[in-house]
């Protein structure tokens, strides 16, 4: 992970929250979220992996400051967290729908680190089940993952060496870690994300396969191979 020079940390507040979004092809959208950030936060990262949309046009016309970095979710994270000069470092996908008072919640949790519940925006029940689950397991065990809203205090994210440079799981290997040295919280309102991920090649079919895949990668199949089988998910198409 990058390093940070003196005059930049002497610029950390305990007060200052900023939020850092990895995009690929999101000029659709950002600018939704980029919008209500505005009231949640102090700072806004785009980590950009080479867009060839008008994604960069849509994070500066929304405010955001831009960094160009490697594509992929881990090095794009890292690199918006190198620029962020905020003492709380939250990570946010960029089809998150971000409720009022959820920076509120993340400035007055007093763990170091943690998520959200989340609620996936469709009627559809498995779905809203997926949410429902997701939220439990992370409350139980602290798996969390990016369409969380991951949040962490800048010297525990440091400590921790910042998301690894995976093809995939990059979350789920960073929140495990986090998990056996610190408390975490899982803090609501909930987020909302997008179910399009899913509902791309079929709700079942995808929830089966990211399980799949979940489960290869708790018994140490090659995150190389595993990266492969991620990239053709419907849940991989977008940073």
Not at 60 to 76: D, F, I, L
Not at 130 to 153: K, L, Q, V
Request: hydrophobic content about 40%; charged content about 25%; glycine content about 10%.
């Amino acid at each position: 992970m990058a390093t940070l020079d003196q005059r930049t940390r002497a610029r950390y507040t305990a007060g200052v929250l900023s939020a850092i979004i990895p995009t690929l092809g999101e000029c659709a959208a950002l600018p939704g979220l980029l919008a209500r950030l505005r009231a949640e936060v102090d700072e806004v990262i785009v980590a950009d992996g080479g867009s060839t949309d008008g994604t960069i046009a849509a994070a500066e016309a929304g405010g955001a400051r831009v960094v160009r970095a490697p594509r992929g979710r881990g090095p794009q994270l890292n690199a918006g967290a190198a620029v962020a000069t905020g003492r709380i470092l939250w990570f946010l996908h960029a089809d998150t729908r971000v409720p009022a008072g959820a920076g509120v919640a993340v400035r007055a949790s007093r763990t170091a680190w943690g998520c959200f519940a989340v609620r996936v925006d469709s009627r559809d029940l498995r779905l809203r089940w997926c949410g429902r689950w997701m939220t439990e397991r992370a409350r139980r065990t602290g798996s969390c993952t990016g369409d969380m809203g991951m949040w962490f205090h800048r010297p525990i994210f440091e400590a921790l060496g910042g998301f690894p440079p995976l093809p995939a799981f990059e979350d789920l290997e960073l929140s495990e870690r986090a998990r056996y040295r610190h408390p975490w919280s899982v803090l609501g309102p909930p987020l909302g994300t997008s179910a399009r991920r899913w509902e791309r090649e079929g709700t079942t079919r995808t929830i089966l396969r990211m399980w799949a895949l979940r489960a290869a990668w708790r018994a140490g199949v090659d995150p190389q191979r595993l990266g492969r089988a991620y990239a053709s998910s419907p849940r991989s198409s977008e940073s």
